[in-house]
Structure formats: C-alpha cells, structure tokens
C-alpha cells in the first residue's frame, strides 16, 4: 500500500487488475497489516491448494470465523462486495466510477474501451462518501 491507495494483482480480468484508495477509517489498520507482512499480502496464509493458490484457504479460514460470530451460510467472502456495491449505489455513486473500484469490465464504447479508468481522487470521493463509519 502506498498513499493510502491498495494495489489489487494477479485478478481473472483485467478490469479486476486495479488499484484503489483505501478508506480513511482503516488506513492505520492497512499501514499496520503492509507493515508486518511477510509475504507481500494483507492477509498472511502459509498454506496452499493443489493449485498453488492461497485463496481457498483463505476462504475456508473465513467461513470458520463468520460462523463463530453467527453469521450463516448465505453470508459469503464476497458478501463484502456487494455489500460496497450497494452502498456506492445508495450514495448515487455513478456506475462507472463503481466499476472501477470493484474492478468491473464497463461494456460501453466510450468508458468502457477509450477511457483510462476514473482517478484516485474520484474514486476515493466515492469511497468516502459511500461508506460510512
């Protein structure tokens, strides 16, 4: 993480290949999490599938701790996502801009092909305003 902004690697798309400014009520928690990493990730995970991803572990961690703390099955790792999603959208925030910190293609011509993506600024602003602590 540098300047409060997450760089997000190794996605399925490319739209999925981004970077995006962290919010500011967990900007400390971030610089403590990039700080005592040892291998590059937030999440530390020595341990690997058949396929050499961490990610399955990962997620079976979770599904353990969102049960102790009562949450059911319909509560998944990506519930997180949706969970932005909406609150983007309840804050009015335009859905391109929304693309781009979710790492969404955009099909449209003009955002979607010709367009760089929407700023840091921009999408911080979104951030910020959407999510509130």
């Not at 999440?43 to 079976?60: F, H, M, V």
């Not at 804050?91 to 011509?109: N, R, S, V, W, Y």
């Not at 955002?111 to 760089?116: E, H, T, V, W």
Request: charged share 25%.
């Amino acid at each position: 993480m540098e300047n409060g902004v997450i760089s997000i690697p190794g996605t399925k798309t490319d739209a999925a290949l981004r970077k995006v400014p962290a919010h500011s009520a967990i900007g400390d928690l971030l610089v403590r999490l990039v700080t005592s990493s040892k291998d590059g990730y937030l999440i530390p995970s020595s341990t690997k599938n058949q396929y050499d991803e961490r990610s399955a572990p990962i997620g079976k961690r979770f599904g353990r701790m969102k049960a102790e703390m009562g949450f059911g099955p319909e509560h998944v790792f990506h519930s997180i996502r949706k969970t932005v999603a909406t609150l983007l959208e309840d804050a009015q925030c335009p859905e391109g801009i929304a693309a781009d910190i979710l790492g969404h293609d955009k099909p449209t011509m003009t955002y979607g092909l010709y367009s760089g993506g929407s700023s840091m600024a921009t999408k911080r602003e979104w951030i910020e305003k959407a999510i509130h602590y």
